[in-house]
């Protein structure tokens, strides 16, 4: 069974670029989950999508990251402007059952993109 | 709110030493609460789990006790390899599973 695949898996831009980052789950799996890990933290969830509908974005930083999952399957994080707190490692993940039973389902992580904005 | 708190690392053992990892959380209602483990060049992968209060989680050799009255989940292993040298995160999902709250990971470094 082929992982959860993100690209790119390094990124470096100059603040106020955009930048767009991608993923694609494993196969069947409905939940997908957005993650910042910033150097020497946890990661922080960013969204949650459960197929292409959102559950949730409370953490989600709206003025500048939008995030998209169309038809349910692969996924993409942009940032537009980039700030210089924003470098970071982004990391997907997935998991099979839907929301509601997903509390206590495993997620499987992606290798992550690592983002510097200079 | 919702939060997990880890003891800071980074920890190193000589081989075959007993591992403890201290987590405890902040919690309300019933959460669920994991151990990740990311090995160097890796990603995150799950380690063990446990849903209820009292349940054990174990893999690897590797055990966890969600206990409730004291609010943790504090990782241990008898004896440790030098394969185990890795990152461990803890987490938890809050009781809608809509929020998941990592901690800061310790780092585990074993020395044969």
């Known amino acids: 069974e082929a992982g959860v695949a993100q690209s790119p898996r390094y990124k470096i831009i100059e603040k106020r670029q955009s930048v767009a980052f991608w993923c694609n789950p494993i196969s069947g799996h409905a939940t997908l989950y957005w993650y910042q890990q910033i150097l020497g933290q946890g990661p922080k969830l960013l969204i949650q999508f459960q197929n292409n509908g959102v559950v949730d974005d409370s953490q989600l930083p709206k003025d500048r990251f939008s995030a998209e999952r169309l038809k349910g399957v692969d996924s993409t994080l942009k940032i537009q402007p980039a700030k210089l707190e924003d470098s970071a490692v982004y990391l997907c993940?997935?998991?099979?059952?839907?929301?509601?039973?997903?509390?206590?389902?495993?997620?499987?992580f992606g290798p992550g993109t690592r983002l510097t904005v200079l | 709110g919702n939060s997990v708190t880890q003891m800071e690392g980074p920890v190193t053992l000589s081989e075959e030493a007993f591992l403890t990892i201290n987590c405890t959380y902040t919690?309300?209602?019933?959460?669920?609460l994991f151990w990740y483990v990311q090995y160097p060049g890796e990603g995150l992968q799950l380690l063990l789990k446990a849903t209820k209060a009292d349940d054990k989680g174990s893999n690897k050799g590797f055990e966890a006790t969600y206990r409730k009255e004291t609010t943790s989940f504090h990782l241990e292993k008898g004896s440790v390899q030098v394969s185990d040298s890795a990152v461990y995160f803890c987490?938890?999902?809050?009781?809608?599973?809509?929020?998941?709250?990592f901690g800061t990971g310790t780092s585990l470094t074993v020395i044969p």
């Open positions: 987490a938890l999902s809050d009781s809608a599973g809509n929020q998941f709250y």
């Open positions: 993940a997935s998991s099979l059952v839907l929301w509601g039973l997903a509390k206590t389902d495993t997620q499987y």
């Open positions: 919690a309300t209602g019933y959460p669920s």
